[in-house]
């Protein structure tokens, strides 16, 4: 309500006036309550999209640093499992500094782990949503 009123007076009576209206002219859209048994499996999606987020920030700090240390392309789309073991030790050996190398294979086992956790996820949600 602070971002709708734009007067210094603020109390329940300007609120209630101000939602009213809003609601007369169709602002605020309807709102929808998970029915008590979906909640659990709403709440596994959006820890799954979490699990996501944290997948895709390693990708991109891996193609970050390939980037600022000014080397070519990785050019296979290490996102998939499979075009990473290809690369193996080669995307790892690229780098000179024995830090970075290291924050690397760090990233790779992570993503490693990641892809694991959320296979295994995903066949636990499409086996539980047909219910």
Request: aromatic fraction near 8%; hydrophobic fraction near 30%; charged fraction near 30%.
């Amino acid at each position: 309500m602070k971002a709708i009123h734009g007067g210094k007076a603020k109390n329940d009576r300007i609120d209630s006036k101000k939602i009213a209206t809003l609601l007369r002219g169709g602002m605020i859209p309807m709102s929808y309550v998970y029915p008590s048994h979906m909640r659990s499996t709403r709440d596994l999606f959006r820890r799954r999209m979490h699990f996501m987020r944290k997948r895709t920030e390693l990708l991109s700090h891996i193609k970050n640093t390939n980037s600022q240390y000014n080397l070519p392309e990785i050019g296979q789309r290490i996102s998939r499992r499979c075009d990473r073991e290809k690369l193996g030790e080669s995307l790892i050996n690229r780098f000179n500094d024995q830090s970075v190398r290291k924050s690397m294979e760090v990233n790779i086992g992570l993503l490693n782990y990641y892809d694991e956790m959320l296979a295994k996820l995903e066949w636990y949600i499409s086996k539980n949503a047909k219910q």
